[in-house]
């Protein structure tokens, strides 16, 4: 027999490619880090000896989810500031306190708090984009989680850079920290068009091309932004990034709630992927992203959460299903989004924006063990008919019971390994305290 690791039998695994495969009774063997083999449970049983097995009878096996975009120190803002749309939202709710209290302290606590709720819900790896990304890389690191940190440009001045340049500099020095990490890869992170100017972004496209890196932006967000940008500029915001060079397979292009036919043309024929928030837009009444003309298009599609002050969680089962039943309604198509179209933009979609799809985002021998077990044998998910439907329309994240990153178990049976979960609330309640004011 073959020694290893980590084994886990499951009752289903789902490995996301092929595309809506179900595999009934498998396992999943697991050394240094990385997926050996799936196969059968009789035929692990007889082939591997495990240091660690791991018997899932009434759970399905799947991808780790990825959070395709995020601004996870946001967590500390929850419900800040509520029923509001975007532009008022932020000017005069999320900066003001931004300014007031962001700080190298805040983003690494925030993150704590932000990779606690998403390991339990099944989450192995998140985009974020935030201030301090060298703190936010230092809590991930320490809890073990995968993440793309995202280099945020902005032209206005926070406590963590005074200008673009200085926001580019320190952004490359954090680039340069990480670039051999296991688990944590560099994005840059330009705000928005709306809040970048066009020689920051040339920089930042020469750089993104020196450095083979992607680039995550908030475009299209909503109308204002649209209408605003051809007011001042004469342009939609995607042209502008066109004629910029930024509109290459690089780009994740996060929101896109305002696309017309010949920017979906142009989406498809460049390879840019588009990170779509259905649950944050439709809070923000943002608008909605043509997920089924995306797809039909080409284009890559990937999930995201967004921050949890917009959202106000960081749930990606939620996204799914929203994801999926937003996407009909749009299309006027019950067909326009299935289960498995859903379950792959959460997962291996997500992998693929960020260029790790090498590396992760289905359960394929080589890849990292980067796996969620997901139990089904409740009442809410009772009787099984078709797993992957099951795990989009009916199940939760308080189904997760397992979570494994490279093959570290991160959640075993719902309880956090690596994350002090009761510091990190009390944390948490002691920045409610000082951000009152602003409730």
Not at 197 to 217: G, K, T
Not at 243 to 257: C, D, E, Q, S, Y
Request: net charge negative; with cysteine.
């Amino acid at each position: 027999m073959q020694t290893i690791d980590t084994l886990i039998h499951a009752r289903w695994v789902i490995p996301v490619e092929p595309d809506a495969t179900v595999l009934d009774h498998h396992s999943v063997a697991i050394d240094q880090g990385r997926i050996v083999e799936v196969l059968s449970n009789a035929q692990a049983q007889e082939k591997y000896r495990a240091a660690t097995t791991r018997t899932l009878s009434e759970h399905a096996l799947i991808p780790g989810l990825i959070n395709a975009h995020t601004h996870a120190a946001m967590s500390l803002m929850r419900g800040i500031a509520d029923d509001l749309h975007l532009m008022d939202w932020l000017q005069n709710h999320i900066w003001p306190a931004e300014g007031k209290h962001v700080s190298a302290q805040f983003v690494r606590e925030g993150t704590q708090l932000a990779m606690a709720e998403m390991l339990r819900n099944g989450t192995t790896c998140f985009n974020d984009m935030y201030f301090f990304p060298d703190e936010a890389a230092r809590a991930v690191d320490e809890a073990g989680m995968r993440a793309a940190i995202s280099l945020i440009a902005i032209d206005f001045p926070s406590a963590w850079a005074a200008n673009a340049d200085e926001y580019l500099h320190k952004g490359l020095a954090v680039c340069d920290q990480y670039r051999d990490h296991p688990l944590i890869t560099t994005l840059f992170g330009p705000h928005a068009p709306y809040t970048v100017s066009d020689a920051a972004l040339e920089n930042i496209r020469i750089y993104a091309d020196e450095l083979d890196v992607q680039i995550h932006m908030h475009v299209h967000e909503t109308a204002h932004e649209v209408a605003d940008s051809h007011t001042r500029t004469g342009e939609r915001p995607l042209a502008r990034l066109q004629k910029l060079g930024l509109v290459t397979p690089r780009l994740l292009a996060v929101h896109m709630t305002q696309l017309n036919d010949a920017e979906i043309v142009t989406l498809g024929a460049s390879g840019a992927h588009v990170v779509h928030c259905p649950e944050s837009n439709l809070k923000l009444a943002s608008g909605y992203c043509r997920v089924h003309d995306l797809l039909q298009a080409g284009v890559n599609v990937a999930l995201g959460t967004d921050g949890a002050a917009s959202n106000n969680d960081l749930d990606m089962f939620g996204e799914m299903r929203s994801a999926a039943l937003l996407a009909k309604t749009v299309a006027n198509d019950a067909s326009a989004l299935p289960a498995a179209r859903a379950l792959r933009m959460a997962t291996l979609n997500g992998a693929k924006a960020l260029g790790i799809d090498a590396v992760t985002g289905s359960i394929t021998p080589g890849k990292a063990a980067d796996l969620t077990a997901v139990y089904l044998g409740g009442p809410e998910t009772q009787p099984v008919y078709h797993p992957i439907s099951q795990l989009v329309y009916a199940a939760g994240r308080e189904h997760v019971t397992d979570v494994w990153v490279a093959g570290k178990h991160l959640l075993k049976d719902r309880e956090l390994t690596t994350i002090d979960l009761p510091a990190v609330l009390a944390k948490a309640r002691a920045w409610q305290e000082k951000m009152k004011p602003f409730d």
